[in-house]
């Protein structure tokens, strides 16, 4: 089946400074991917549609500013929270659309990075 | 309209017993709707999908059943296991836009 992969599965940073969450499709193109937030014991929310080649696509709330989303290649999208602050800390999932020859859309998970910031 | 609610927020299950989860949606325009399982800091992993042209669909110990007129699915564990202890979210898709459900915490005591 699809594979998601995400990279660094933790980070501790102190606040203030930039982090980096890569979200890669390692056996399909994905020309879109989605970002979720996860705060312990809840549901996703999903944050930002992450397009290949274009801009990515905020929902209402997201700080786009904040969450800088670069979507370079069909198979790489990346997270970048920027100047974190303990509010921040939170399970950050990607996802891709994978579509296998059944022709159903299955949404595919990565293993999500858990941001702690000090 | 875009809501998809759960129930229950938690479930404790006996080893070998049903698990019975549910969800409702409201938006007649969703026409997919797949279980997710999440383990601890670990992300959705899809457990089974349901499209409302069917009213049941079953894989291993895992069966969707699914009210269209309702507007209403669950998943039910048969045989539930220890194993199965994990969070289950139900999700409802339109185009490529998913709603997740609340989440359901089940513990399966051995």
């Known amino acids: 089946g699809a594979v998601v992969s995400q990279h660094p599965s933790w980070v501790i940073c102190k606040s203030g400074t930039s982090v980096k969450i890569e979200c890669r499709s390692l056996?399909?193109?994905?020309?879109?991917m989605f970002w979720y937030r996860q705060f312990p014991k809840q549901s996703l929310m999903l944050m930002a549609t992450s397009n290949e080649g274009s801009k990515a696509t905020y929902e209402q709330g997201v700080e786009k500013d904040k969450f800088l989303i670069n979507h370079a290649s069909l198979t790489l999208s990346t997270l970048t929270v920027t100047s974190a602050h303990p509010e921040d800390s939170s399970f950050y999932i990607c996802?891709?659309?994978?579509?296998?020859?059944?022709?159903?859309?299955?949404?595919?998970f990565g293993a999500g990075s858990r941001l702690t910031v000090l | 309209q875009q809501q998809v609610k759960q129930s229950p927020q938690s479930l404790i299950v006996q080893k070998g017993g049903i698990s019975i989860i549910n969800c409702a949606y409201e938006?007649?325009?969703?026409?997919?709707f797949p279980w997710y399982q999440q383990f601890p800091g670990k992300g959705p992993a899809l457990l089974i999908a349901i499209r409302p042209d069917v009213s049941e669909k079953k894989e291993g110990r895992f069966t969707i059943s699914f009210n269209k007129s309702a507007k209403q699915f669950s998943l039910h564990i048969m045989d539930s296991q220890p194993g199965d202890s994990a969070t289950y979210f139900c999700a409802a898709s339109h185009s490529y836009k998913y709603i997740f459900g609340t989440g359901t915490r089940l513990k399966v005591l051995a």
């Open positions: 938006n007649t325009a969703f026409d997919y």
């Open positions: 996802s891709a659309w994978d579509r296998p020859s059944s022709g159903a859309n299955v949404l595919t």
């Open positions: 056996d399909f193109q994905a020309t879109t």
